[in-house]
């Protein structure tokens, strides 16, 4: 059964850095495209970054400068470096990664950017 766990949420001040990580276990096969959504409660999942298992990466414009996705050394791991955080990246964060036909999701992490 797979299974994917994010860790690295918490509380930062505007301005500060978290780093989000994302660990997929329970298959034999690879992670395709390794993706980040984001959601605050009485909003749509928002669509945050993406990166294909060739490492190409995808930003939606409101982070895009800001935060960096990329994919860990160990198989099937991955993170998400958030810089200069907003207010309005407050949110809980999901990882999602496609692994042969299937996607599956994380639990989520919450992330708190106060002002």
């Known amino acids: 059964q797979v299974q994917l766990v994010e860790s690295g949420g918490g509380l930062v001040q505007a301005g500060g850095s978290l780093r989000l990580s994302c660990a997929a276990s329970g298959t034999m096969f690879g992670v395709n495209t390794m993706a980040w959504y984001r959601q605050v409660p009485g909003n749509q999942r928002e669509w945050v970054a993406s990166?294909?298992?060739?490492?190409?990466?995808y930003y939606a414009d409101s982070v895009k400068g800001r935060f960096t996705v990329s994919r860990g050394n160990a198989k099937n791991t991955g993170y998400l470096q958030m810089n200069s955080l907003k207010p309005e990246d407050t949110g809980v964060y999901y990882c999602t990664a496609r692994i042969t036909t299937n996607t599956y999701w994380g639990q989520g992490t919450q992330v708190t950017v106060s002002s």
């Open positions: 990166i294909t298992s060739g490492g190409s990466t």
